[in-house]
Each structure stands twice: as structure tokens, then as C-alpha cells.
């Protein structure tokens, strides 16, 4: 039998793990016997759906009665076990999957962009120690460094060679995540907003906390994209695998890279105004530099594969 610790429902205690006992219980029970219809997302967050989902297996198995709230060792809970457990139960898989487990999932496609800058950063290192400076070594490398990086003809050897040796660091530790993803981990919705506790932004798909313990988060909103929302009510539409792939490559460079405690989008203004040095610090510049060389794209800024292009 799956137990609560604490009460689940509307004004109760709603512990993360309670909350995704109740959410599976609820989805593997049949509609017609009370079950969630819509199915419920399994993210631990006791949210509007969850509670008219909890209201309506009590009105359907009890009676007409409803509250909302269900109370470990009493009725609404081990019915709810009961109907999901007998002859005709729901085999309903959670609707995504474990959200590191995508990331890791996602991290082949980011790795290939990572391999990609840190290959181009390798061979123009190497061209400005012979030669001086950037002119020369190849077209779409050059427009790349210039747009994400912000080093160009114009800037000195010693400066260019600092500013490379700083992003084929990162690109080396920020592969060595990838390899393994041993850091990353899976938060509930609680955690997160506990982790973004004073900040402006309380949500996101995926996030570093600078504080200890280190480690990458993956949150449910970094999910596949897709077209409905049975049931979702909070997790918004997900990404493609291209857009997913930059957010993994995006998020270990604020782990690896103490610096890089700061966020600059590809797509804003402020990302084509960022200096040299700070654009060797801001994740997004790492995505976009590795899918532009990658792609041997012509545009002044390569494709960008960040959340601007969600849908891809």
C-alpha cells in the first residue's frame, strides 16, 4: 500500500514525495471510477488540477462527499489504493520523464556544439599565437568569435589569447558535465522556489544555485514540447530538442565557471553590448558559439538555439 506522511489536499501539508504518491495513485485509477481526467502531471506540486482531481475520486467513491483533502490512514487514501490497485486499474506512465534524466538524455546533441567550440577555440588559440591575431584563420569562425565572444581583429594578442584560454576551460569542464551528468538532479516545484527564495524569477526549467551543495537543476518545466495540456496547469509547453540541448550546455558553465553568476540572453540587446570579458562568463555565449560553428551558419549570429526558438 502507498502511504502518506502528511496530509495532501487544498490547505494542507502537500510534502513533495505525498503529493506524487497521491498524483500516481489518482492517475491509475480509471476515469469512470474517479480516477484524474485529465491525467495529472506527477511534479509534487499540489496545484488546482491535483485538488479538483483529489474532490472528484471523493465524490464519485464516497458518496457525493468532498473536501479536497486527503489525511494519511483514512478513507480517501486507502480507497484510493484499493481503486488503483484492483482489476482494471490504469497502467498510466508519468507524462514526462525524470527531468535530469531528459537533461542527460538531451546532453549527446549539446555535447556535439561543446566539441564544436571547443575544437574552433583550439585551432584559432593556436593560429593567434603564430600569426597575432584572429584576420585570416576562417570566416565563419571569426564572425562567430566576434558576435558571441566578442574578440576580433582588433583585439590584441595577449588579450585574445587570455579571453580563448578562459572559453576552452569552460568548454573542457563544461563537457566533462556533460559526460557524466553527475551533478545534475531532479528539484520538485517547492524546491525550486525555495532555491529562488528573494529572487525576481521564481520558476525555470533549468537553474544553478550558487549555494552549497553545488549542483545543475532540472525542474518540471524542462520537458518535451508538446501540443495539449491534459492536466498540466502550471508546466507550460515544454521545449524541442535543439532549444533543450543549448539550456544543457547553458547550465554547467554556472557551475564550472565561478564568474558566471550572471545571465545574458541571446536574443536580447544587452548580449550584443556585453564586453569581451563578460561575454567569456555568460553562458548563453557558449550554445550559440558551438551551434554557429557547428552548423557553419552564415547568419552574424548563427542560429541560437536558446528559449527565443522554444518550439525547436
Given at each position: ?44 506540486w499540489c496545484g ?67 566539441m564544436a567550440g ?77 532555491d529562488f527564495a ?115
Amino acid at each position: 500500500m502507498a502511504d502518506i506522511a502528511q496530509s495532501v489536499g487544498q490547505h494542507a501539508q502537500n510534502d513533495d514525495a505525498d503529493v506524487v504518491v497521491v498524483q500516481r495513485l489518482l492517475n491509475a485509477v480509471p476515469a469512470a471510477k474517479g480516477g484524474a481526467n485529465p491525467i495529472l502531471q506527477i511534479d509534487g506540486w499540489c496545484g488546482p488540477a491535483t485538488i479538483v482531481a483529489i474532490s472528484r475520486f471523493q465524490a464519485v467513491q464516497m458518496g457525493g462527499f468532498s473536501d479536497g483533502n486527503i489525511t494519511p490512514g483514512h478513507k480517501t487514501i486507502t480507497l484510493l489504493n484499493a481503486k488503483a490497485t484492483e482489476a482494471g486499474a490504469r497502467p498510466v506512465p508519468d507524462p514526462d520523464p525524470d527531468p535530469s534524466t531528459q537533461a542527460r538524455q538531451d546532453a549527446q546533441k549539446a555535447a556535439i556544439w561543446g566539441m564544436a567550440g571547443l575544437a574552433a577555440t583550439k585551432g584559432v588559440t593556436e593560429f593567434v599565437q603564430k600569426t597575432g591575431g584572429v584576420a585570416g584563420f576562417d570566416s565563419i569562425v571569426e564572425t562567430a568569435l566576434a558576435g558571441h565572444f566578442h574578440i576580433t581583429s582588433a583585439t590584441p594578442q595577449a588579450e585574445a589569447l587570455r579571453l580563448l584560454g578562459i572559453i576552452r576551460t569552460n568548454y573542457i569542464a563544461d563537457l566533462a558535465e556533460l559526460a557524466g551528468g553527475l551533478h545534475f538532479h531532479s528539484v520538485w516545484r517547492h524546491e525550486m522556489h525555495t532555491d529562488f527564495a528573494g529572487a525576481r524569477i521564481k520558476e525555470a526549467p533549468g537553474y544553478t544555485p550558487f549555494t552549497s551543495p553545488r549542483r545543475i537543476c532540472w525542474s518540471p518545466l524542462f520537458h518535451p514540447r508538446r501540443s495539449l495540456q491534459p492536466g498540466l496547469e502550471w508546466t507550460g509547453r515544454g521545449f524541442g530538442p535543439l532549444c533543450r540541448a543549448a539550456m544543457v550546455l547553458h547550465e554547467p558553465i554556472h557551475f564550472v565557471d565561478a564568474q558566471a553568476n550572471f545571465d545574458t540572453y541571446e536574443w536580447g540587446d544587452e548580449y550584443t553590448a556585453l564586453t569581451a570579458d563578460r561575454s567569456a562568463h555568460n553562458a548563453s555565449s557558449y550554445p550559440s558559439f558551438g551551434a554557429h560553428v557547428a552548423e557553419r551558419s552564415t547568419l552574424p549570429l548563427g542560429p541560437r538555439y536558446g528559449a527565443g526558438r522554444a518550439a525547436e
